[in-house]
């Protein structure tokens, strides 16, 4: 197992990187913009392959390094389904499993900070986010923050981990690093309330004024910029409208990309083939199904899609790179797709 913490001195924030092994998949947690060129030299050094890229909520304190990430890796951009952040490719949910080869995060919804906030557990860890901090919580007087619904994710979720669970938050300002479930249960300051309505109280109660990049980070994370506006601008992408027209003709093939979880989740567009995202790279390949398609029979159309465009507009530049002309992606994907009313099964 492969783990770094890494930390952004300027926001006092921690950045995860999760690898089962050197030569493997990695995935990488809350990374900060300004560090990118770090995180890829790093994952070089360690011969690893960037596949997943998690913000644990929208940050008020630095510019996410989602964006940047997936420009140069071409990973998949994870955030809850709450999120109002452009640059998500996969919205996760309680229950649900972020995967990577090797790695496998149980995602935890645990609002409070934000009404975005995601704890990811791993095994004997759990990367808290702004939820749970080493001695303290986050703040909520911002963004959605509620202490009453941060006050039930802690104590009946977080607190809930077994004792020895290494606890990683996203943020410190000490220079505290780790701590355990069942050290904060014992001495987190702000733990030690007798019913929620004191803890509510002593959260509103802070008066702390607002992050210095405040202005700055909140408009830039929720406006990344789309991979999908480029692909857009070449031409290979369709409209909703347009797809629904296509559907059951024979000359069409219609692939989706996402995961399998996804597709149990949110149903699939009836008649379509599944090449998860993360194959994308051997696929376009000869003997990759992609590529065969579109080799086999010359003027048929094939047509990607995933939940949002983001995944299908990255997979259309691979295959268009790879010499596969005919083929191009469903612009905003499954959910542009629902809105439209195009059929979905289950
Ligand atoms: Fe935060």
């Known amino acids: ?72 890796t071409h990973c998949v951009t994870v955030m809850g389904e709450q999120t109002k952040a452009d640059v998500v490719s ?35 860890r759990v990367f808290t986010g702004d939820t749970l901090l080493i001695r303290g919580t986050g703040r909520t007087d911002f963004q959605n923050g509620d202490p009453r619904a941060q006050y039930d994710s802690i104590f009946n979720k977080l607190l809930k981990l077994p004792e020895d669970t290494l606890l990683f938050p996203a943020h410190d300002y000490k220079g505290e690093t780790v701590s355990t479930i069942g050290e904060e249960k014992a001495f987190n300051p702000r ?16 008066n702390l004024p607002n992050p210095k990049m405040m202005d700055v980070a909140v408009p830039a994370n929720l406006r990344v910029g789309l991979a ?10 369709i409209t909703a409208a347009e797809a629904a027209m296509m559907i059951g003709r024979p000359d069409i093939t219609l692939i989706d990309l996402r995961e399998t979880v996804e597709r149990e989740r949110h149903g699939t567009i009836p008649g379509s083939l599944h090449a998860p995202y993360s194959d994308i790279a051997r696929q376009v390949q000869p003997g990759g ?46 959910a542009a797709w629902k809105q439209a009313a195009g059929p979905v099964e289950h």
């Open 1 to 72: 197992m492969i783990f770094r913490q890494l930390f952004d001195s300027v926001s006092g924030t921690y950045t995860y990187l999760l690898a089962s092994r050197r030569g493997g998949e990695a995935l990488i947690i809350d990374p900060v913009i300004e560090k990118v060129d770090r995180y890829m030299q790093l994952v070089r050094e360690l011969d690893l392959k960037l596949v997943k890229a998690v913000d644990t909520h929208l940050h008020a304190d630095h510019v996410t390094g989602l964006g940047a990430l997936r420009d140069r």
């Open 191 to 206: 733990l030690q309330v007798k019913s929620v309505d004191e803890y509510v109280d002593v959260m509103n109660n802070l």
């Open 90 to 124: 996969m919205r996760v949910a309680e229950g649900d499993k972020v995967q990577i080869e090797g790695v496998s995060l149980d995602v935890l919804y645990t609002p409070g900070h934000t009404d975005d906030s995601y704890s990811y557990v791993l095994r004997d």
């Open 228 to 237: 999908q506006d480029a692909i857009a601008a070449r031409g290979w992408a």
């Open 289 to 334: 199904m992609v590529h065969d398609l579109a080799r086999a029979h010359a003027g048929n159309r094939i047509v990607f899609y995933c939940a949002f465009g983001e995944r299908s507009a990255m997979a259309v530049q691979a295959a268009q790179d790879a010499g596969l002309s005919s083929t191009c992606h469903l612009h905003g994907g499954l």
